[in-house]
């Protein structure tokens, strides 16, 4: 009797191994394989590493789980794969940030790649915040099955050429060169230019002084249509009101103001762009009705305060009647004058 359970025990053991393996197989083909990307609702927080990301229109927080075993929805991975998931979330506005644009420049999607163990996993769930300019103020999540458990994940987050990089393990991020994102300042605020210089023969209508305002000033890493400033180098945008006069005083009289463009210098040196600020408006935008222009110059952004320059050339008419009475001719006359004035920023 003893001899025969020693044979009955084995195939037991046998039948149990077969059963395990058969399990096993089920499971691998009921789950998810390696590189399966979900998307699901982010109704709730997502337990893991959670670090604050900013692009140039905002502030996000991103969140990186460790690998798992099932979604928040109930999909489980399949045998030898786990799940690691990722939630950015935009909650309202006071994560958007001064999102500064030439009125051909539009804003752009981050791309959001997992990297597990080296394998890298584009994380296309995550996309779509950008409509037209306008910026969704929501929470997206999406899972990817990854192979076995990883030790090593990150999440590269790119927007326009830069990437940064958020340690998945200890929420720890790599800026590189988006770093001044992280340390933007309040823009100046408005200030007046100084008196007139007027090129020799012209000269203000009587006490109508002819001013111009700068309305704001503020150095920025990324503008939109011009993208990232050059390393060591930093974007200074400047908003004024030039207040080209509608009329001058020149060798005949008072002229009209047929014609009138505006250049500008900062620090004796020219623009990268200028453009009406009405012309960066998103659609539907109201107007401004003293035309405010954008100038954008490239700046070492550790510069001190220097001269900001606003030079307006005028081309002007007026009437000269000349002759004797009863043979008097009326003619138009020009003249061009130039009015420079400027400001400290």
């Not at 058969?22 to 609702?41: C, F, I, M, N, P």
């Not at 453009?275 to 960066?280: C, H, I």
């Amino acid at each position: 009797m003893h001899k025969l359970i020693w044979p009955l025990a084995l195939v037991l053991v046998i039948a149990a191994l077969a059963g395990g393996g058969v399990w096993l197989s089920q499971r691998g083909t009921d789950g998810l394989k390696a590189g399966t990307l979900v998307t699901e609702e982010a109704s709730e927080a997502m337990v893991g590493r959670t670090a604050e990301v900013r692009v140039p229109w905002g502030s996000l927080q991103v969140t990186v789980s460790e690998p798992i075993a099932q979604t928040s929805g109930g999909k489980q991975a399949g045998h030898g794969s786990s799940l690691v998931g990722v939630q950015v979330a935009l909650d309202g506005p006071e994560d958007l940030l001064v999102a500064d644009r030439l009125p051909d420049g539009a804003l752009q999607d981050p791309t959001f790649t997992l990297v597990a163990d080296g394998n890298e996993y584009l994380l296309e769930g995550l996309a779509g915040w950008i409509d037209q300019n306008a910026i969704a103020q929501v929470a997206k999540r999406q899972y990817v099955a990854v192979k076995g458990a990883p030790s090593e994940i990150s999440l590269r987050v790119g927007y326009d050429g830069v990437d940064q990089v958020v340690d998945g393990l200890t929420g720890g991020v790599d800026r590189d060169a988006a770093e001044p994102l992280y340390q933007l300042g309040f823009a100046n605020g408005a200030q007046p230019c100084g008196e007139p210089l007027w090129s020799p023969g012209a000269s203000d209508v009587g006490d109508n002084v002819t001013t111009c305002l700068v309305t704001s000033s503020a150095q920025r890493p990324y503008v939109a249509g011009l993208g990232w400033a050059t390393e060591g180098k930093t974007w200074m945008v400047v908003t004024v009101l030039t207040g080209a006069p509608s009329e001058f005083e020149g060798p005949d009289g008072t002229y009209d103001v047929e014609e009138s463009t505006s250049t500008y210098l900062l620090d004796a040196q020219g623009p990268e762009e200028t453009f009406a600020l009405n012309d960066a408006l998103p659609e539907g935008g109201v107007e401004n009705t003293s035309d405010p222009q954008v100038v954008v110059f490239e700046v070492d952004p550790s510069r001190e305060t220097g001269q900001f320059e606003v030079r307006t050339g005028l081309t002007g008419e007026t009437e000269v009647t000349t002759g004797k009475k009863g043979n008097r001719k009326t003619t138009t006359e020009t003249f061009d004058a130039l009015v420079a004035q400027g400001a400290v920023v």
